[in-house]
């Protein structure tokens, strides 16, 4: 019988400052199988990932991330097989630094679709993690503002790398604990740290009700991420959107609400993403 094989291959672009905004979450396919892209795309979520078909693989160089389907019997098979060999897998710098590859294989279309189904939520996480990685290059490309970076880690004992280009709003000591805010221009965001001196239980309310005491009005809102020690929240404000999470860190709690406002951007989601590349990199300071 013969083998059905599929490869999701999400090629890197070491060139951050040339990955636009809406390149972070834009993956392209290539596929031999209408049914088996449509049946893939159908598992993710597409207000988060852009998934766009290409008809040839004669541009990979200009393409940041590509999903591919192979069958074995297609020209294009052995070129791409040889990274993964296995089963279910993936590769870092598969052609060049910064590329990465994930491989996924099935004896036929029927295993195929069954292994999309049973590995989806790893597929995800697999995409979201490239996605992020993206956007925490990207903000970065300019390096870190050691200055703020200091202050942060002086003022809260805590370490967070601020990239260079954004300036402190707020900084003081408030009722229950701590508060940092810092904003950038073109479009208009916010990301505010507040550190909390109680350990509340991670619910929705306990997050929405820090936001009121905190932040302006909102609406919209649902749970956008859910884990042992941190839960997170999206919705919208006047003329944008914002993500608020609370989580613990070791002994502390902590609070941080990103906001991105523009009323003309259609891709505000991504600058919050971009923004919690940042946040979620927060860590306790060593001693």
Same mark, same amino acid.
């Given at each position: 019988m013969k083998r059905l094989f599929c490869f999701l291959i999400l090629f890197g672009c070491n060139e951050e %400052?040339?990955?636009?905004?809406?390149?972070? =979450?834009?993956?392209? +396919?290539?596929? &031999? #199988?209408?049914?088996?892209?449509?049946?893939?795309?159908?598992?993710?979520?597409?207000?988060?990932?852009?998934?766009?078909?290409?008809?040839? %693989?004669?541009?990979?160089?200009?393409?940041? =991330?590509?999903?591919? +389907?192979?069958? &074995? #019997?297609?020209?294009?098979?052995?070129?791409f097989y040889k990274y993964i060999n296995d089963e279910l897998g993936y590769k870092h710098n598969y052609s060049r630094d910064g590329s990465f590859l994930f491989g996924i294989f099935g004896k036929n279309e029927e295993d195929l679709k069954f292994n999309i189904y049973k590995n989806r939520s790893y597929i995800d996480s697999v995409l979201k993690k490239r996605v992020y990685e993206l956007a925490y290059k990207r903000i970065f490309y300019f390096g870190i503002d050691k200055e703020k970076t200091r202050l942060f880690k002086e003022k809260l004992y805590l370490t967070l790398d601020i990239p260079v280009g954004w300036r402190i709003l707020d900084s003081q000591s408030i009722s229950h604990g701590s508060f940092f805010r810092f904003v950038k221009e073109n479009p208009k965001r916010y990301m505010s740290l507040y550190i909390l001196n109680t350990k509340p239980t991670l619910s929705y309310s306990n997050i929405s009700e820090t936001r009121k005491l905190l932040m302006d009005t909102f609406w919209n809102t649902k749970i956008s991420y859910i884990a042992m020690d941190k839960l997170c929240i999206d919705g919208n404000i006047k003329q944008g959107v914002f993500r608020s999470c609370m989580g613990y860190l070791n002994s502390k709690a902590y609070f941080y609400d990103i906001s991105v406002i523009d009323s003309y951007l259609n891709n505000l989601v991504l600058y919050i993403v971009e923004i919690d590349a940042i946040l979620s990199n927060l860590s306790v300071n060593e001693k």
């Amino acid at each position: 019988m013969k083998r059905l094989f599929c490869f999701l291959i999400l090629f890197g672009c070491n060139e951050e %400052l040339n990955l636009k905004i809406e390149d972070l =979450n834009k993956f392209y +396919i290539f596929s &031999e #199988n209408d049914e088996i892209k449509r049946f893939f795309i159908s598992y993710f979520d597409t207000n988060f990932y852009r998934f766009l078909e290409i008809k040839n %693989l004669s541009e990979l160089n200009k393409i940041n =991330n590509l999903i591919i +389907i192979l069958t &074995e #019997n297609s020209r294009e098979f052995y070129r791409f097989y040889k990274y993964i060999n296995d089963e279910l897998g993936y590769k870092h710098n598969y052609s060049r630094d910064g590329s990465f590859l994930f491989g996924i294989f099935g004896k036929n279309e029927e295993d195929l679709k069954f292994n999309i189904y049973k590995n989806r939520s790893y597929i995800d996480s697999v995409l979201k993690k490239r996605v992020y990685e993206l956007a925490y290059k990207r903000i970065f490309y300019f390096g870190i503002d050691k200055e703020k970076t200091r202050l942060f880690k002086e003022k809260l004992y805590l370490t967070l790398d601020i990239p260079v280009g954004w300036r402190i709003l707020d900084s003081q000591s408030i009722s229950h604990g701590s508060f940092f805010r810092f904003v950038k221009e073109n479009p208009k965001r916010y990301m505010s740290l507040y550190i909390l001196n109680t350990k509340p239980t991670l619910s929705y309310s306990n997050i929405s009700e820090t936001r009121k005491l905190l932040m302006d009005t909102f609406w919209n809102t649902k749970i956008s991420y859910i884990a042992m020690d941190k839960l997170c929240i999206d919705g919208n404000i006047k003329q944008g959107v914002f993500r608020s999470c609370m989580g613990y860190l070791n002994s502390k709690a902590y609070f941080y609400d990103i906001s991105v406002i523009d009323s003309y951007l259609n891709n505000l989601v991504l600058y919050i993403v971009e923004i919690d590349a940042i946040l979620s990199n927060l860590s306790v300071n060593e001693k």
